[in-house]
């Protein structure tokens, strides 16, 4: 599974953004996807994940009501409402064939994509 994120760029603080992960290659619609981020000189954190059908995404706490994951067909995308600068971070998106946790396991990264909020 190949993965191209994109969508990235500098926002203020309040904006949003919507960022867009495509996948390709094998059976990309059986896997979980998710987002990853990693704020410079932090570790690589879990945004959100999902699967397909209602109720098939979760979020981390720090992200809960202000992002919103989705997917149709092959592209995965993170609605960021209410940027804060504590969101700036290179954001990932990621593939697994099994459910995909603040831990992973991912079996597939894209390239990071920078959102930058400034104040």
């Known amino acids: 599974v190949q993965l191209q994120a994109s969508g990235g760029g500098l926002v203020q603080a309040g904006d949003s953004v919507r960022l867009s992960c495509s996948a390709s290659?094998?059976?990309?619609?059986?896997?979980?996807m998710a987002w990853f981020r990693q704020a410079p000189g932090k570790e690589r954190e879990f945004v959100a994940r999902?699967?397909?059908?209602?109720?098939s995404d979760f979020y981390a706490d720090s992200v809960k009501g202000r992002f919103t994951i989705s997917r149709e067909n092959t592209k995965t995308y993170l609605q960021m409402n209410s940027l804060k600068t504590g969101d700036t971070a290179v954001y990932y998106c990621?593939?697994?064939?099994?459910?995909?946790?603040?831990?992973?396991?991912?079996?597939?990264w894209g390239q990071g994509t920078q959102v930058t909020v400034s104040s």
């Open positions: 990621a593939a697994a064939a099994r459910v995909i946790g603040p831990s992973g396991p991912v079996d597939y």
């Open positions: 290659g094998r059976t990309p619609y059986t896997y979980y």
């Open positions: 999902i699967f397909w059908g209602v109720g």
